[in-house]
């Protein structure tokens, strides 16, 4: 059985509470025989800098580089607020991003029934939702130069960004989602701004290629960004596979994100290039919520967005769908029985705390898998 090389980056705040939930499950699928991890564990953010002065070392650096995947918690929190800013804790989660050259970032937004009124669409609109927005993240807007403010000498300032795609990176982030939309529903929707923006223009024509070339069993549709944005709170059970460039990609994801409730269920992962020797990738996979301080410590945070990106590094580092699949259905069982942490309450549901949720879906695996 092929060993999975797993490294585990608690964090700060939260992280740590629901990251050893997913120890929990990783220490008992070892047990099991079902998958054999090698696990190692490093600080990263605030907690990195209180010991090493740095938010990320070389050292951790080195190891996630070597793993097969790598697990984030979350990191930040008000102790850190005054501290130098290229070592503040989000500069460990950047550094990360950067050198693992993670250029895809997947964002599933899905809605459990046991939650649907939860949000703030009508049931019907998301009741039974499964989409996955494909976000580029190494380039765009965000990292384009130049990227300055001059002072113009009349008392004006002017700010300029600069949005910058060349061919490759359009090239790549199709064919993660073309990959994706294979392996669920079949059908991608390209977003860009071809209207009024020339790298629409050439993000159009190169997905447009992409999917001539290599993906025509695939059904694909292009749509304005805006109009995509209107069109994922009227009906967005119309889509499946969503891709589009980092600054749509960012905005689009937080709105798919919020049709589905709270921030302690949305999980994420980024993916870089598929080494040519190996055929693996460099992976990062994190909950989309942050260190949430206001709860930090109490036992109240939610664990299922960790435990779902756990399922996701399941899945998309380790090939294990099926396994996967069981601690999706487990969190779904579970909502349905009607436990909640505190975030996700709702009436006549039992409310319970980080580890008995993180027991609770255990629980449910291991009768899914009996
Ligand atoms: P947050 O996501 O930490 O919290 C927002 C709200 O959601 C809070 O009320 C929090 O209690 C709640 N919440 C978040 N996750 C939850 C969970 N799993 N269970 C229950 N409730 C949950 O965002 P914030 O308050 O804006 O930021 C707090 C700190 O986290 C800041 O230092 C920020 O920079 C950092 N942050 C880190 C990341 C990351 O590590 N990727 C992402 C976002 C924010």
């Given at each position: 059985m092929a060993t999975h090389k797993l490294l585990l980056l608690p964090g700060d705040g939260i992280g740590p509470e629901v990251m050893a939930e997913v120890r929990r499950l990783?220490?008992?699928?070892?047990?099991?025989?079902?998958?054999?991890?090698e696990v190692e564990e490093e600080l990263v953010g605030g907690a990195s800098y209180d010991a090493d002065k740095v938010a990320v070392t070389d050292a951790t650096m080195a190891r996630a580089m070597a793993a097969d995947a790598v697990l984030f918690g979350a990191?930040?929190?008000?102790?850190?607020?005054?501290?130098?800013?290229d070592v503040r804790p989000e500069a460990g989660l950047l550094r990360l991003r950067k050198d693992l050259a993670l250029f895809a970032n997947l964002r599933p937004a899905l809605c459990y029934p046991a939650l649907a009124d939860a949000s703030s669409l009508k049931r019907e609109i998301i009741e039974g939702l499964d989409i996955m927005i494909v976000r580029e993240l190494t380039g765009g807007v965000y990292f384009g130069e130049p990227k300055t403010i001059t002072e113009l000498g009349n008392g004006q300032k002017r700010a300029v960004d600069t949005q910058v795609y060349d061919t490759y990176e359009i090239e790549r982030i199709a064919a993660?989602?073309?990959?994706?939309?294979?392996?669920?529903?079949?059908?991608?929707?390209?977003?860009?701004?071809?209207?009024v923006m020339k790298s629409g223009v050439l993000w159009n024509e190169v997905v447009t290629q992409v999917h001539k070339r290599d993906y025509a069993d695939v059904a694909l549709e292009h749509m304005l960004a805006d109009a995509g944005g209107m069109q994922l709170v009227r009906w967005p059970?119309?889509?499946?596979?969503?891709?589009?460039?980092n600054l749509f990609g960012d905005m689009l994801s937080d709105v798919a994100a919020m049709l589905t409730g709270s921030l302690g269920m949305l999980p994420s992962a980024s993916l870089g290039a598929t080494d040519a020797a190996t055929g693996k990738r460099r992976a990062l996979y994190e909950p989309v919520h942050g260190s949430a301080p206001d709860i930090a410590g109490k036992g109240m945070?939610?664990?299922?967005?960790?435990?779902?990106?756990f399922a996701m590094a399941l899945r998309y580092s380790f090939d294990m769908g099926a396994l996967a699949d069981s601690v999706e259905q487990a969190i779904a069982a579970v909502l349905a029985k009607g436990l909640r942490t505190a975030d996700i309450r709702?009436?006549?549901?039992?409310?319970?705390?980080?580890?008995?949720m993180g027991e609770a879906i255990l629980k449910e695996v291991q009768a899914l898998l009996k």
């Amino acid at each position: 059985m092929a060993t999975h090389k797993l490294l585990l980056l608690p964090g700060d705040g939260i992280g740590p509470e629901v990251m050893a939930e997913v120890r929990r499950l990783v220490t008992w699928i070892s047990q099991q025989g079902l998958a054999t991890f090698e696990v190692e564990e490093e600080l990263v953010g605030g907690a990195s800098y209180d010991a090493d002065k740095v938010a990320v070392t070389d050292a951790t650096m080195a190891r996630a580089m070597a793993a097969d995947a790598v697990l984030f918690g979350a990191v930040g929190g008000p102790k850190w607020d005054a501290v130098p800013y290229d070592v503040r804790p989000e500069a460990g989660l950047l550094r990360l991003r950067k050198d693992l050259a993670l250029f895809a970032n997947l964002r599933p937004a899905l809605c459990y029934p046991a939650l649907a009124d939860a949000s703030s669409l009508k049931r019907e609109i998301i009741e039974g939702l499964d989409i996955m927005i494909v976000r580029e993240l190494t380039g765009g807007v965000y990292f384009g130069e130049p990227k300055t403010i001059t002072e113009l000498g009349n008392g004006q300032k002017r700010a300029v960004d600069t949005q910058v795609y060349d061919t490759y990176e359009i090239e790549r982030i199709a064919a993660v989602a073309f990959d994706l939309a294979r392996k669920r529903r079949n059908k991608v929707t390209s977003m860009d701004k071809r209207n009024v923006m020339k790298s629409g223009v050439l993000w159009n024509e190169v997905v447009t290629q992409v999917h001539k070339r290599d993906y025509a069993d695939v059904a694909l549709e292009h749509m304005l960004a805006d109009a995509g944005g209107m069109q994922l709170v009227r009906w967005p059970k119309q889509f499946d596979v969503i891709v589009t460039d980092n600054l749509f990609g960012d905005m689009l994801s937080d709105v798919a994100a919020m049709l589905t409730g709270s921030l302690g269920m949305l999980p994420s992962a980024s993916l870089g290039a598929t080494d040519a020797a190996t055929g693996k990738r460099r992976a990062l996979y994190e909950p989309v919520h942050g260190s949430a301080p206001d709860i930090a410590g109490k036992g109240m945070a939610n664990p299922i967005a960790m435990l779902a990106s756990f399922a996701m590094a399941l899945r998309y580092s380790f090939d294990m769908g099926a396994l996967a699949d069981s601690v999706e259905q487990a969190i779904a069982a579970v909502l349905a029985k009607g436990l909640r942490t505190a975030d996700i309450r709702s009436e006549g549901a039992t409310i319970v705390n980080t580890a008995q949720m993180g027991e609770a879906i255990l629980k449910e695996v291991q009768a899914l898998l009996k």
